[in-house]
């Protein structure tokens, strides 16, 4: 059969028939009245081979010109409008919004198609008057044109984003990548808002993603590293950061990053050694100055603490080390009448922060009005179900409100798991004298 097919093909080319390669003696009976060799074909077939290569230039000048006239966003472009992302979001935040909608300018000047800019209209339209239903459904559907329905999609999971609903952002990011596969902005974003979420195994995929397409960059390798921490992984983490100050020695973010790597490790001496760098570098730093109060709170100075933690908090209202500042006042140095200013602080900046609201519940327990704590603490726990201090305190105030068959259930999940922390000797331990007493 394939001589049959291949013969007369290659004969009509001026090439010998196939049986001469081969060296096959057995020629069909169609075959053998079609000539060894035809002068005449290479000559005959010119044009048709002439005709070809116009049609593949042709081609190439097309993908050419579409490539010049729609650029697609490199990951130096991505990266360039997730920084104005941020910043907008912040002044959004701050309530300057004719910063926020300046920076927006900018980014439309840069990219009027830019997927990152759809998605901090979304931000806009929960900030001016919230966003209708109606709108919602429609900005939700796939409409025939597809670049159309890639930015309505963006502005939705900017809208969801900036209402606290990072789930529903995540997935809707998602969608977007689903459609447009080579756009890096909705990469990367997507990869940002799976780890703002907490889950971080995707989170990675993205960023692993994105160095395939558009090669390695400071973004993806922080998106790396931040997932690595939140999983446990310090080392990995560390190794994340490391490679990027490699490259760029003034990367502030890469070097908090490794900063929170080392906290991790207990290597508090090379944490110190980073942030150091870091205020030579930017003496205002909040974020520097708010793991420096954790250094110090780990290795027991609790005054040099209490200090830097004000300091980072004088600096910018960070949530992070207005709960730690509220937590040690509470817990270790028992003063929660003083600690409960600085958690309610913390919750009004950050009201979804399991660690927040377990802190103000603790602090509302310290206090003796258990009955508002338990509310808070449960919602700690269903944020962040496997931490097991969480699950602790919920166990110990529902125990302290009369609810101790739930205190029971709880402190038995947490005693029958593998760890053997302090957290878990103390439910072994509380579970036996609940048992005891009932």
Request: net charge neutral; charged share 25%.
């Amino acid at each position: 059969m394939l001589r049959a097919v291949c013969d007369p093909v290659l004969t009509s080319m001026g090439f010998r028939r196939l049986r001469e390669y081969a060296r096959v003696d057995y020629v069909p009976p169609e075959l053998r009245r079609v000539p060894d060799y035809d002068p005449g074909a290479a000559r005959r077939i010119m044009p048709l081979i002439g005709l070809g290569l116009l049609i593949a230039l042709l081609a190439l000048g097309a993908v050419w010109a579409f490539s010049v006239l729609n650029p697609r966003p490199s990951i130096v472009d991505a990266e360039s409008s997730r920084a104005l992302l941020r910043d907008a979001v912040a002044k959004l935040s701050a309530g300057d919004v004719a910063a926020a909608r300046a920076l927006r300018d900018r980014m439309r000047d840069a990219n009027p198609d830019s997927v990152t800019l759809s998605y901090f209209e979304g931000y806009l339209l929960a900030a001016d008057e919230g966003i209708h239903q109606t709108l919602a459904r429609k900005l939700g559907q796939r409409t025939g044109n597809r670049r159309r329905t890639v930015r309505n999609l963006a502005t939705l999971a900017g809208y969801y984003e900036a209402g606290g609903d990072i789930q529903r952002a995540a997935d809707l990011l998602l969608d977007v990548v689903r459609l447009d596969p080579g756009n890096l902005e909705a990469r990367l974003l997507a990869a940002g808002a799976l780890l703002a979420a907490g889950r971080n195994e995707e989170a990675i995929r993205q960023a692993d993603e994105l160095d395939l397409q558009g090669g390695s960059s400071r973004a993806s390798t922080d998106i790396r590293g931040q997932a690595y921490l939140a999983m446990g992984y310090p080392q990995a983490a560390r190794d994340e950061f490391s490679a990027v100050l490699v490259y760029d020695d003034s990367s502030i973010t890469a070097r908090l990053g490794l900063a929170d790597a080392c906290i991790a490790e207990g290597d508090f001496a090379s944490a110190l050694t980073e942030l150091k760098q870091v205020v030579a570098q930017d003496p205002n730093n909040a974020e520097a100055y708010a793991r420096l109060g954790v250094i110090h709170e780990q290795v027991g100075d609790l005054a040099k603490a209490e200090r830097v933690y004000k300091k980072a908090i004088a600096m910018g209202e960070h949530p992070g080390a207005l709960n730690n500042l509220a937590y040690l006042l509470a817990v270790k140095r028992n003063k929660p009448k003083e600690a409960l200013q600085y958690a309610l602080r913390a919750r009004e900046l950050a009201p979804e922060g399991a660690p927040i609201l377990d802190t103000l519940g603790w602090i509302y327990h310290m206090l003796g009005q258990t009955e508002r704590a338990v509310p808070l603490i449960r919602e700690a726990v269903e944020r962040d179900p496997k931490n097991p201090e969480l699950r602790l305190h919920l166990a110990q105030v529902l125990a302290a409100s009369g609810k101790a068959a739930e205190a029971v259930r709880i402190l038995e999940r947490l005693a029958g798991e593998s760890g053997d922390g302090a957290f878990h000797q103390t439910a072994r331990r509380m579970l036996k004298e609940l048992k005891a007493a009932a």
